[in-house]
C-alpha cells in the first residue's frame, strides 16, 4: 500500500533571523505551496531494494537505487551523496543511523520514493526542509515508528541534522520545528535551554488568532547570482554588540506578537502590522541593502506605497504582507491590494493571499 504525506511552505511571521542567534520566532504553515512525497513499498518482502524515482515525468524513471537500506547508509559514508537525490539520500542515512543508536528494529523491506512540490524555490519558504520532513514522516509510517518513539522536538533536530550535518547546508531549527508540529508555533530558542535539553521551547498558537488577510509575494524567477552574503554571523561571534542587541530586540518583537495574537477580542491588526514593519527595518538596518537585495526592497517599497507592511517570509525572495489599519471590514483593503497585485506582477513579482495549513 502507497504511503504519502503532503509537507507545506512555511512563513516565518515574527523574530525572525533571531532563530540562528537563540532568540525567539512565530512561524506558521501555509496550504499555497507543499510537497507531495509518496513512498510504494516493494511487491515482495524480502526485496530489499530501495530506488529513488524521478518525479519529471509521468514514467516515475529510476534515477538511484540501492541494495538495501545498510547499503546506502555505507555508500554515503564512503562515497557521499549523489547530488540529484541528496536529500532523500541522506534522510535515509540520518533515520536508518538513529533508530539503530536506539535499537529501533527496521524489517528489511525495501521500496520506492517520489516526490512533486510546488514551492517557490529559492525564495525563503522552507522547500528544502519540507522534502526531508515529508521524507522522514513517510518513513516512520513504513517502519511503524510513532511520534512517541521519536518526540516531535527530536523529529526537528534530525530533520536538521541531515541538511546541516549531513549536507553542509546553513539551516536553522525554524523550519523543521513548524514543519513538524504544523499549525502555528511559537519558538523559543533560549541558549541555556538548548545546551541543556539540546530542543527549544515550542508553544502552540490558535491559528484562528491571526489577523485575517495575509498574503505573500515572492520572485518568479529568483538567483542566486549577485547575492551578496552577510556577515551578520561573524560579527555576533565576535561580539559586536549591535548585531547583539538586534538580536534581542527581534526576540522582543516576537514577544510582542505572541501576547497580540493570545489576546481575545482585542483588536491588533495594526498593532501587528506596526511590528511586522518594524521587524524588517531592523532587518535591514542590520543588514544591509546590499544583502537583502534590490529585488526584495521593491517589493517591500511597493507594499507600503499601498498602505501594507510587509516582512521577509525567510531569507529572503518572498515577502509577507498585512493592511496597516484595524478595520477587518475596510474595502480599501481589497481595493489597494488589486493594484498592489497588479503593480507586483508588472515588475515580474508573483501575489498570493496566504492560505494557513493547521
Known sequence: MELTHHSYARVGLMGNPSDGFYGKTISLLISNFFVKLTLIPNDL?????????????????????????????????????????????????????????????????GFSVHFNTNIPRQVGLAGSSAVVTAFWKVLMKFYNISDKNIPLPIQANLILSVEKDELNISAGLQD?????????????????HMIEHGVGIYERL??????????????????????????VRKRYERGDQKVIDAMKQFTL?????????IQRNEPKRSEFAKLMNKNFDLRREIFGDQVLGQTNLIMIELARKHNFA???TGSGGAILGLWNGDDDN???????????????????????????HE
Open 45 to 109: 518482502i524480502d526485496n530489499n531494494k530501495i530506488f529513488f524515482l524521478s518525479s519529471s515525468n509521468s514514467n516515475n524513471d529510476c534515477n538511484l537505487s540501492f541494495d538495501s537500506l545498510n547499503s546506502l547508509v555505507e555508500i554515503s559514508k564512503s562515497k557521499g551523496y549523489n547530488k540529484e537525490n541528496c536529500l532523500l539520500q541522506a534522510t535515509c542515512k540520518v533515520f536508518s543511523e538513529y533508530c539503530l543508536k536506539n535499537n529501533f528494529n527496521l524489517h528489511n523491506q
Open 176 to 192: 523543521r520545528v513548524i514543519q513538524v508540529y504544523g499549525g502555528l508555533m511559537y519558538m523559543d530558542f533560549n541558549k541555556d
Open 206 to 231: 490558535d491559528i484562528n488568532s491571526l489577523p485575517k488577510e495575509l498574503w505573500i509575494a515572492y520572485e518568479q524567477n529568483p538567483s542566486d547570482s549577485g547575492k551578496i552574503h552577510s556577515d
Open 253 to 261: 518583537f516576537a514577544e510582542q506578537a505572541r501576547n497580540i495574537l
Open 310 to 312: 510587509a516582512k521577509f
Open 330 to 356: 475596510d474595502p480599501t483593503i481589497l481595493i489597494n491590494a488589486e493594484k498592489l497585485k497588479s503593480e507586483l506582477e508588472k515588475e515580474g513579482f508573483c501575489f498570493c493571499w496566504l492560505i494557513p
